[in-house]
Each structure stands twice: as C-alpha cells, then as structure tokens.
C-alpha cells in the first residue's frame, strides 16, 4: 500500500513594473513493506551473443556469425547471471521536493520579459551495507563496501541532484494594439 503526503505552497508579490511568483513542492511516498523477487537461486540470461566476444581466444572466430540466444542456450554460454542476497522484504520511503521562482517584467507597455528558474531532486532510499553470512561464506559489510566501490555498484537508487530547469521568454506586441502578438519561450526541463 502506498501513501503519499504532499505539502505545496505558490505565492504571488506584485510591485511596481513586476511580478514574481515562488513555491515548493514536498512529497513523501510511504510504501509498506512489500516482497521482491530476487533470485535466490540465481538466474541465466541467454541473449543473442556476439562471436567478437571469442576472438582474442581462438583465431579465426571473428569470421564466424553471431549466436543467437537458443544457440547460446545450447552452448551453456548465458549472457548474464543475477542472483540476489539478503531479505527479499523491503520498506521503501521516497522524498520528492520542488522550487521555483519567476519574474513577469514589464519592460513597456508591449513587451514582456519571463524568467525563472525550477530545481527538483528526489531523495531516492539509501540502505546501509550489512554483511552476507551462510553455511559457505561470510562477508563483512565493510568487504562488501571494498567490492561495491571497485564495481561501482551504489546501494539504494543513484541521487540525481542537477536538475535545474531555467526558462526565459518574451511577449512583444509590435504595434501596441494587442491584436498581433510575437511569443518566445525557452526552457530547458
């Protein structure tokens, strides 16, 4: 079950020849503890496999047609193989905040400049790194961590914190009788 709590508020300031407008935007997501697969036993993908991949080992492969996956499958040769550790369990909490502020300038009575910016990020979940223990192996979480960073595996969901959206535009009414209009907006999102 998902439950999802939003705080928002835009306001308005007017004065003299401009308008700015601001606001934030809070979200927080809330979901129950929810089972994901993760493949215990491990799992093989066998995808179409690229002969390119034999010819620094046997001369004369590089000639040979690519595999396709039932080829590769007959081959014991899988593309992939993903097998998942730790608790198939999971409560997940995600944060999402936005702000913005514009300005409506009025620079004459026929031309009109907008600009702003927005910025948003998600604070995606971390989880801590705990060690793996069975009847085979054991690893600590710090042998764990060494493995990660030389993997460049990141627990949780990667931050993307650069999102930045500025926009600029313009209205200009040429002759100043509003019934001909030029509109020019840029904005990256």
Same mark, same amino acid.
């Given at each position: ?14 004065k003299g020849n401009h308008t700015a407008k601001f606001g934030v935007d809070f979200n927080y997501v809330d ?122 595996? &990141?627990?949780? &969901? ?32």
């Amino acid at each position: 079950v998902e439950k999802r709590y939003e705080v928002k508020d835009n306001f308005t300031l007017s004065k003299g020849n401009h308008t700015a407008k601001f606001g934030v935007d809070f979200n927080y997501v809330d979901i129950d503890p929810a089972r994901f697969e993760l493949n215990f036993s491990g799992l093989f993908n066998f995808g179409s496999f690229p002969v390119s991949a034999f010819s620094a080992l046997v001369p004369g492969f590089a000639t040979a047609p690519a595999l396709t996956p039932v080829q590769a499958y007959g081959s014991g040769l899988p593309q992939t193989f993903v097998q998942g550790f730790g608790t198939s369990t999971s409560k997940v909490t995600n944060k999402t905040i936005g702000v913005f502020a514009q300005d409506s300038w009025k620079v004459r009575s026929n031309l009109t400049l907008n600009y702003g910016i927005r910025y948003d990020v998600e604070l995606t979940p971390t989880f801590p790194t705990t060690g793996v223990t069975s009847d085979r192996f054991s690893i600590t979480a710090q042998q764990l961590d060494a493995a990660e960073r030389a993997l460049n595996v &990141i627990q949780g &969901i990667p931050r993307d914190k650069n999102n930045f959206a500025p926009r600029i535009g313009f209205a200009y009414d040429p002759k100043g009788d509003g019934k001909t209009v030029i509109l020019i907006t840029h904005y990256l999102h």
